[in-house]
Nanobody, 120 residues
Framework: QVQLVESGGGLVQPGGSLRLSCAAS????????MGWYRQGPGKQRELVAA???????LYADSVKGRFTVSRDNAKNTVYLQMNSLKPEDSAVYYC??????????????WGQGTQVTVSS
């Protein structure tokens, strides 16, 4: 099990950028598949981006070319760089981790979420 804590959310204007961070405590972080999910008002939670233990990545079509997921195993941290943000990107963003799960499959570990609001 890992404990996940997100940070970096906030209010940003359309076209702006934010970087979310997810710090993990616990062992074997490097073996975890990590993902970012989001849930907007009245919507189901959806996968935004994921990164495997080997560094392979997966993105939702809606964020391809704008968002980048990365990880630093030395810091037990996964990042989501979000550029060219749109109002429809507004949501609560959740960090997720699963030990040796397939890319795109959510694991059992969730963070508490961080709010991202894109508005002028």
């Amino acid at each position: 099990q890992v404990q996940l804590v997100e940070s970096g959310g906030g209010l940003v204007q359309p076209g702006g950028s934010l970087r979310l961070s997810c710090a993990a405590s616990g062992s074997a972080f490097s073996l975890y598949t990590m993902g970012w999910y989001r849930q907007g008002p009245g919507k189901q939670r959806e996968l935004v981006a994921a990164i495997s233990s080997g560094g392979s990545t997966l993105y939702a079509d809606s964020v391809k070319g704008r968002f980048t997921v990365s990880r630093d195993n030395a810091k037990n941290t996964v990042y989501l760089q979000m550029n060219s943000l749109k109002p429809e990107d507004s949501a609560v963003y959740y960090c997720n981790g699963g030990l040796l799960v397939r890319l795109g499959v959510p694991g059992n570990n969730w963070g508490q979420g961080t709010q991202v609001t894109v508005s002028s």
